[in-house]
């Protein structure tokens, strides 16, 4: 089977999408049967890249000093694939970032989330404009389509009226640096940012307003001023977008020594800092599945996180719950991890067994069924 795989995502820095696509690529390079192309946005390489080229990072110049950027980059996108595509015939396009670009063959889509249609006000006009100028036609063109959860296979079905026999829903995966560790094996990085091992709340996501952070700082606020003086917030992930209050929030908690902000950490070093948390809080106001819970349980590490959306999918009955919307709620369960140690142990316990059943593999080999059922048998081997 000749697929095609659209790998843009993988040269930016590494957000949701960008690992799912990144560590499904790497699974389907061990198929002897699949031979995988992947397409770049101005090249294509057989070999998988993951890093951020100069162009990623000029997009945010370019998308607020030239009119009608994302059109242009389509536009010469489209032109770069279709070209190659036309000559490799492929069997099967993939494309993990939710709208494909221009394929006449068999298309496989996978949709991550409908936030800019739930939470428009999360996120930058710009990008909701986008999105529902192409969505649809990407829907359309998609012969099947994944999703990473049941809620959203649903979220398609009830919003834009997707049948639901043309949805997969595939879980993710977690990767296998994402483990327990003991004190000895955190204090190197731990001790470069002031932290102690199992003293410390975390919270891990791009600085926007769909993580929901700010009802975490306030929460975090209401603790006992010894909690917070032995229990400081940590804070992973770049800065998005309307920072204004937020960064404000933030000010006010490190100049009491009670905040570290951390910024993008590299794979290793967030697994290190996951591990050494006392809990990750995850308010998120709606998520199509929500990695870093799932790593942090793997970690071994509990979680407190939103009841909506895909959370509960993901954490089951290994994690806390909370509303969203509900600060003093979440206050009083960070207050409860941080004074009993036997619900830690309990629900870490139950964390790495519940994360043990989400594989890259698995996830990889139900993708790769979702291809043979388009292509058939025999042109599956």
Known sequence: MRLAFNATALLSPLTGIGHYGLHLAEELLKHQNIESHFFYGAFWDRQLHARPSPIAKSLPWLRR??????QLRRLVQ???????ARR????????PNIIPLRFSGRTVVTVHDLSWIRHPEAHPAERVKAMNRYFAAGLAQADRIITDSVFIKQELVDVMGVAPERISAIPLGVEALFTPMLPADTYPLLNRHGLIHGRYFLAVGTLEPRKNL???LHAYQKLPVA????????LIGMKGWHMSGLEKQMRQLESAGQLRQLGYLSRPDLATVMAGATALIYPSIYEGFGLPPLEAMACGVPVICANNSSL???VGDAGLLVDPHDESALAQMML?????DSLRSSLAER????????????????TVEVYRSLVGTENAS
């Open 227 to 234: 909690t917070r003086q032995h229990f400081p917030m940590v």
């Open 336 to 340: 409860q991890l941080a004074d009993d």
């Open 351 to 366: 964390a790495r067994e519940r994360a043990t059943q989400f594989t890259w593999a698995r996830c990889a080999e139900q």
């Open 65 to 70: 000093h030239l009119p009608y950027s994302y």
């Open 214 to 216: 700010m009802l975490a």
């Open 312 to 314: 509960p999918e993901v």
């Open 88 to 95: 490799c015939q492929f069997d099967v396009y993939h494309d």
């Open 78 to 84: 489209n032109i770069s694939f279709g070209q190659h």
